[in-house]
């Protein structure tokens, strides 16, 4: 509960030091620009990423041994989606479709990890692509890259080192949930049936965030080059991994404003394409509150029809 209200908190905070640096006006001119091209590229691209997301899910869950057949786990993603862009924190879409998808399962525990183990992948994914763009391209971090490079790969190294000292049995608490872990991630994640799938998708869906905001940048007026706005927006995609948002609004347009500026290009334009990006992924979303809708009328239909087997 503390954690909880310290992500909304953080997410307040954030946007309110931007809008003493900034204003409020980037962030109603991003809203203004949107457009119906921009709209409409944003809901294509969002079917795409979201049916991929839902590969991905149901390629690792069914590694882990829990059955999830691909059109449940896209009503689901999109509700996840959803849920995501409108609640504060940016996670609890994916709580809600772990837990529910667990117990429609019968194994609450696998259910958790198969969406944990999934967006880890994809977060996997989206670190490696922007570490390759961060390295072609000039951004305001690429002298950092090297040291962090460095970490990444000393962290894995270390990941593996440590599963193939894991003793196979007994040891406390902790040692069964890394031997857990472990066979986690080589049944659904590494395993010949799964491992390149689930890359795959997670390549679209970078591909698919990343065309979201070179889309927001446009509509938000800006005519930097690709290879400029490539890297700025990836660094913002990468902020939005952090759980300190309102409404998805937060750590990315904070990232958004700085990488902008420090690029050579203005705070306020960074806002701006933050703020229509935000947008743009609320209006994909909306499949998402038809299946929110569905299920609610579908609740009424089935107590009426128990009352009426029940002969009240």
């Known amino acids: 509960m503390v954690w909880a209200w310290a992500r909304v908190v953080g997410g307040v905070g954030l946007l309110a030091v931007l809008l003493w640096q900034v204003g409020g006006g980037p962030f109603l001119a991003g809203v203004r620009l949107i457009?119906?091209?921009?709209?409409?590229?944003?809901?294509?691209?969002?079917?795409?990423?979201?049916?991929?997301?839902?590969?991905?899910?149901?390629?690792?869950?069914?590694?882990?041994?829990?059955?999830?057949?691909?059109?449940?786990?896209?009503?689901?993603?999109?509700?996840a989606v959803f849920l995501n862009a409108t609640l504060p924190g940016g996670?609890?879409?994916?709580?809600?479709?772990?837990?529910?998808?667990?117990?429609?399962?019968?194994?609450?525990?696998?259910?958790?990890?198969?969406?944990?183990?999934?967006?880890?992948?994809?977060?996997v994914v989206l670190v490696g692509?922007?570490?390759?763009?961060?390295?072609?391209?000039?951004?305001?971090?690429?002298?950092?890259?090297?040291?962090?490079?460095?970490?990444l790969l000393t962290a894995g190294l270390a990941a593996v080192l440590l599963a193939r000292v894991l003793p196979r049995t007994g040891g406390s608490r902790w040692a069964r949930g890394l031997r857990t872990a472990v066979a986690d991630v080589r049944s659904g994640l590494l395993s010949r049936r799964t491992w390149l799938g689930v890359l795959v998708a997670s390549a679209v869906m970078v591909a698919g965030h990343l065309a979201t905001f070179l889309v927001a940048a446009r509509t938000a007026g800006s005519d930097a080059s690709l290879s400029r706005l490539l890297p700025l927006t990836l660094l913002a995609l990468l902020a939005m991994g952090l759980?300190?948002?309102?409404?998805?609004?937060?750590?990315?347009?904070?990232?958004?404003?700085?990488v902008f500026?420090?690029?050579?290009?203005?705070?306020?334009?960074?806002?701006?394409?933050?703020?229509?990006?935000?947008?743009?992924?609320?209006?994909?979303?909306?499949?998402g509150a038809a299946v929110l809708l569905a299920r609610r009328a579908r609740k009424p239909t089935t107590v009426r029809e128990v009352v009426t087997s029940d002969g009240c």
Do not use: K
């Not at 194994?107 to 994809?122: F, H, L, P, T």
């Not at 759980?243 to 700085?258: D, H, I, K, S």
């Open 35 to 79: 457009d119906a091209p921009a709209l409409t590229a944003a809901l294509l691209i969002g079917v795409l990423t979201t049916v991929c997301a839902a590969w991905r899910w149901s390629l690792v869950a069914g590694g882990l041994g829990v059955r999830l057949p691909l059109a449940t786990a896209v009503a689901h993603c999109y509700r």
């Open 91 to 123: 996670v609890l879409g994916d709580v809600h479709r772990a837990v529910r998808h667990g117990r429609d399962a019968g194994d609450v525990s696998r259910g958790i990890r198969a969406v944990v183990w999934e967006r880890a992948a994809g977060q």
């Open 129 to 151: 692509v922007a570490l390759v763009v961060l390295a072609a391209f000039p951004s305001p971090v690429r002298q950092y890259l090297p040291v962090a490079a460095a970490v």
């Open 243 to 258: 759980p300190l948002n309102v409404a998805g609004f937060g750590p990315r347009e904070g990232v958004a404003a700085w």
């Open 261 to 287: 500026g420090a690029a050579g290009l203005s705070a306020a334009e960074g806002v701006a394409t933050a703020t229509v990006y935000g947008a743009l992924v609320l209006v994909a979303s909306l499949p």
